[in-house]
């Protein structure tokens, strides 16, 4: 049986992030873990030595009570973090998802995913979680370390979801983006939805071959598919025709450049999954 692992937080992107996993679990008949994952501050239980702060005749249980603080701060955080879990589990379950079970793990989000990806075949995360500033579109502080350390493709999840009835698939002729086309491919349960094929290159010739032999591999796998070639800068040209084309999702490579040559020409990916309104499939 496929496997899928949700990561939740208890932000308004968890429900998004459950639609989509009962959405595909259900065309894959899959299994669901959702997983919480509490951070190293908030499950931490050892007192929080505050002595050089509160000056040298600070009284003994001014300390005690800081530290009965940090023990129920850390309680709360996992019956929250439980809570949470146990609230997703009944969705899924009203959803049609039969097979659910749910995590609570104290450690980091990348070691999380290194547990659990051996025998995964999904990865589902929100776009941006609780600490995210709505107002500058910055993405979620988790997701790029998620997306870069796991060797799975990550389903990003958008503010809200729809039923999926039509996907593009942004090809630049890449390893990964042939692995999204093939991923897409081997999915005869999705073969019902539409499929568009889109390449950006101000060179209109240079991917042609490629991009015909990729239309061909989603055609023989039962898909109703189409293909062009754009000119334009790719974060633009592809998010205007995700818009204009009415797309439900979209598949794509991510990260195909080092972090620090992303820190001075950004990464089309961070830039696709900030501008686009869908979800998007990620493949390294």
């Not at 496997?3 to 937080?9: A, E, F, G, H, R």
């Not at 600490?131 to 988790?142: T, V, Y």
């Not at 990260?255 to 999954?273: C, D, F, K, P, W």
Request: include cysteine; charged fraction near 25%; glycine fraction near 8%.
């Amino acid at each position: 049986m496929p496997k899928l692992v949700s990561l939740i937080d208890g932000s308004m992107y968890s429900h998004s992030v459950c639609d989509l996993s009962a959405f595909f679990a259900n065309r894959l008949e899959a299994s669901i873990t959702v997983v919480h994952v509490l951070g190293r501050r908030e499950v931490s239980e050892e007192a929080t030595n505050l002595s050089g702060s509160i000056g040298l005749g600070a009284r003994t249980a001014l300390l005690e009570e800081l530290a009965e603080m940090d023990a129920q701060k850390a309680k709360l955080a996992n019956k929250r973090g439980r809570a949470i879990l146990e609230d997703a589990r009944e969705y899924l379950h009203s959803a049609g998802v039969e097979s659910v079970d749910i995590k609570l793990r104290n450690a980091e989000i990348v070691d999380t995913i290194k547990d659990f990806e051996h025998d995964v075949d999904l990865i589902v995360i929100g776009k941006r979680g609780t600490g995210a500033d709505f107002d500058q579109m910055h993405l979620g502080s988790n997701l790029e370390r998620v997306v870069r350390s796991s060797n799975k493709p990550v389903l990003v999840a958008s503010r809200s979801f729809l039923p999926i009835k039509k996907f593009l698939i942004a090809f630049d002729g890449g390893n990964s983006a042939w692995k999204a086309v093939e991923y897409a491919a081997r999915l005869s349960q999705f073969s019902d939805l539409q499929c568009h094929l889109i390449t950006v290159d101000n060179d209109v010739t240079s991917h042609t071959a490629s991009l015909e032999r990729a239309e061909e591999v989603m055609r023989e796998a039962g898909y109703q598919v189409s293909s062009e070639v754009l000119k334009g800068d790719p974060e633009t040209t592809i998010a205007e025709k995700v818009d204009e084309g009415g797309f439900d999702l979209l598949l794509m490579g991510a990260y195909g450049h080092s972090r620090i040559r992303n820190l001075i020409i950004g990464s089309t990916t961070t830039e696709m999954i900030r501008s686009c309104k869908i979800p998007v499939l990620l493949f390294r």
